[in-house]
Each structure stands twice: as C-alpha cells, then as structure tokens.
T-cell receptor, first 115, second 113 residues
Framework: GAVVSQHPSWVICKSGTSVKIECRSL??????MFWYRQFPKQSLMLMAT?????????EQGVEKDKFLINHASLTLSTLTVTSAHPEDSSFYIC???????????FGPGTRLTVT | QKEVEQNSGPLSVPEGAIASLNCTYSDRGSQSFFWYRQYSGKSPELIMSIYSNGDKEDGRFTAQLNKASQYVSLLIRDSQPSDSATYLCAVNPLDNYGQNFVFGPGTRLSVLP
C-alpha cells in the first residue's frame, strides 16, 4: 500500500517553456501533498504544501507564480514550472499524506533538465 | 524555528556490524517521528515511524525514541552494503498552522564489505 507515482520521471525542455509534473496517490486519499526540490548532494528542500481544494502554501523564497501547484482531487497534484530556466534544473519530488499527520509517502521523483 | 539535527557523516561501518544513526529535535511538542532512507539519485523511502517512547523493531531496524531528551535514533543490525544510503530523520510537530514535517539534513551511511 501507500504508493505514490510521478510523471514524467525525467524531462528535458528548452529555456522559456513550461513543464507540468503530475503526482498521484494510487491507493489512498491524499489530503495533503508536498513538493520538494533537491539539488545534487544537497538536502531536500520543501517548496510548497497543498491541501485538496485549497491554494498551496509556499515556502519562503519559492515564487508561487513560477511554480504553479494545483491539488484538484484527493489523488492528484500537479506542479507546473513556468518559463523554465537552466537554474530550475533539479530533482523534483512529491509526497502525499493521508490527513495532516502521519507518514509522508514519496513519489519516485522527476528529473528536470532545462537547456 | 523548529529544527532537526543529524550528524552528516559519512558514518562508515563494516559489514555485519550495527550502525547507529542519531537525531535530535528542538520542538518538545513533537509527536511523530520517522526515518527515511534515500539512495543516491532516488527519492526517500519510509523505513520506520515511531510515536511512543521506547523501542520499535522491524526486521533489522530498531527505532528508539526518548521524548524527554528530544532524541530519536535508528539502529541497523547486521549492516549490509545495500544499506549504504543517506538516512533522513523527520519530525512532525503537529502544528497544523505551521510546518508539517521537518527533515534533518541526513546522515550518509557507508557499509564496507
């Protein structure tokens, strides 16, 4: 149980384009989903927390107009990186939580490369 | 600012030994504690969760929690080279209006054959 999928697993895009990443909880209802970013050899960095049906809460320093998050249902959240630049190249990982306490289950991550 | 601290390592142990990973946290009101394993280039994977003081065992893994000392640890018995990874400690302060999970920076474990 507690499986979270992400799509795509990797993507290469050109600078200035937008990329959408999907995160799905496959066998449970995720009231809360999280989006993280991780650069090579660095720690996980929380970008934003989203609750189903409401606006995401962004961490300090994360541009909400650049990283659009939609948590439209209890099993799906999307992250759209708008007008991507090479510095946005990173490993983006989502996680899902049933309720707002308890374990977070991570998706396999999406590796984004912006050329 | 709620904080979770871990020794970044690397912690090197020989194959078959016990690896001991430690974590301290600042929020005394924290109620839920988790250990994740992250292999290089992969996303974190939940290993253990612990909610009560004492020990919790699952196979070769034992989580230990001491809320009075604000300390949680993970013991890995009979360490294998496949256990080589970064181990992340996470704390849920149960502050519904603030941070949900706080992750430590991780301890890199290397199990030497």
């Amino acid at each position: 149980g507690a499986v979270v999928s992400q799509h795509p697993s990797w993507v290469i895009c050109k600078s200035g384009t937008s990329v959408k990443i999907e995160c799905r909880s496959l066998d449970f209802q995720a009231t809360t989903m999280f989006w993280y970013r991780q650069f090579p050899k660095q720690s996980l960095m929380l970008m934003a927390t989203s609750n189903e049906g409401s606006k995401a809460t962004y961490e300090q320093g994360v541009e909400k107009d650049k990283f659009l998050i939609n948590h439209a249902s209890l099993t799906l959240s999307t992250l759209t990186v708008t007008s991507a630049h090479p510095e946005d190249s990173s490993f983006y990982i989502c996680s899902a939580q049933e309720g707002n306490v308890g374990e977070q289950y991570f998706g396999p991550g999406t590796r984004l490369t912006v050329t | 600012q709620k904080e979770v601290e871990q020794n970044s390592g690397p912690l090197s142990v020989p194959e078959g030994a016990i690896a001991s990973l430690n974590c301290t946290y600042s929020d005394r009101g924290s109620q839920s504690f988790f250990w994740y394993r992250q292999y290089s280039g992969k996303s974190p994977e939940l290993i253990m969760s612990i909610y009560s003081n004492g020990d919790k065992e699952d196979g070769r893994f034992t989580a230990q929690l001491n809320k009075a000392s604000q300390y949680v640890s993970l013991l890995i018995r009979d360490s294998q080279p496949s256990d080589s990874a970064t181990y992340l400690c996470a704390v849920n302060p149960l502050d519904n209006y603030g941070q949900n999970f706080v992750f430590g920076p991780g301890t890199r474990l290397s199990v030497l054959p």
